[in-house]
């Protein structure tokens, strides 16, 4: 069975940090890529970060280049979102996507972020 689970989301106040973890299952980890994703209400769902099979390759929407890194430990078969400096516009679902070889995906089920005040 597939699993990826999402974990570390949270409520916390503007500049704040905070680190998400996606642990994956069911699957050869170290063929995918992998993706960090988020949806706020009423918004469509967009790419917030990318990182490649073996973690050489890395890149970020404008949005969030220089507060958000992404990582991952392949023997552990996770993927990580660093969040710092965090803004009420980072509001969202977080979500962690696989993506293999031909294309197939996998998706967790999201973690929430909410940045308030």
């Known amino acids: 069975q597939v699993l990826l689970v999402e974990s570390g989301g949270g409520l916390v106040q503007p500049g704040a940090s905070l680190r998400l973890s996606c642990v994956a299952s069911?699957?050869?980890?170290?063929?995918?890529?992998m993706r960090w994703y988020r949806q706020a209400p009423g918004k469509e769902r967009e790419l917030v970060a990318f990182i490649s099979k073996l973690g050489g390759i890395t890149d970020y929407a404008d949005s969030v280049k220089g507060r958000f890194t992404i990582s991952r430990d392949n023997p552990r078969n996770t993927v990580y979102l660093q969040m710092n400096s965090l803004k009420p516009e980072d509001t969202a679902v977080y979500y962690c996507n696989a993506q293999g070889p031909t294309n197939h995906q996998y998706w967790g089920q999201g973690t929430q972020v909410t940045v308030s005040s």
């Open positions: 069911g699957f050869t980890f170290t063929i995918y890529n």
